[in-house]
């Protein structure tokens, strides 16, 4: 499967970003569909996960203003950030991996989009 992630960009402090990843190749539906970001100076960190049941998984530092989605009829995968603050600012990728496990290991996912950057101003 082939992963395209979109929709970063400059947002200010409190502001929202949806952001957006593209599947080909595979139906989405049949991985695991998570979402890491990794900013300056720091290791790529895990942010979200959407099972194959559709049961949705998050970090402490992100749960209930970050909502995962999956749209099986676009083959899509989106982060919905609300609620946005300067510790938020990363570039961030979205993974798809074939097998259930430890979803926060971002080595035991198989597949990498490129990067979207984002950017929250204070």
């Known amino acids: 499967v082939q992963l395209q992630a979109s929709g970063g960009g400059l947002v200010q402090a409190g502001g929202s970003l949806r952001l957006s990843c593209a599947a080909s190749?595979?139906?989405?539906?049949?991985?695991?569909m998570g979402w890491f970001r990794e900013a300056p100076g720091k290791e790529r960190e895990f942010v979200a996960v959407?099972?194959?049941?559709?049961?949705?998984y998050y970090a402490d530092s992100v749960k209930g203003r970050f909502t995962i989605s999956r749209d099986n009829a676009k083959n899509t995968v989106s982060l919905q950030m609300n609620s946005l603050n300067s510790e938020d600012t990363a570039v961030y990728y979205c993974?798809?991996?074939?097998?259930?496990?430890?979803?926060?290991?971002?080595?035991?996912?198989?597949?990498w989009g490129q990067g979207t950057e984002v950017t929250v101003s204070s």
């Open positions: 993974a798809a991996r074939r097998f259930g496990g430890d979803y926060h290991r971002r080595t035991d996912y198989d597949y």
């Open positions: 190749g595979r139906a989405v539906s049949n991985y695991f």
């Open positions: 959407v099972w194959r049941s559709g049961s949705t």
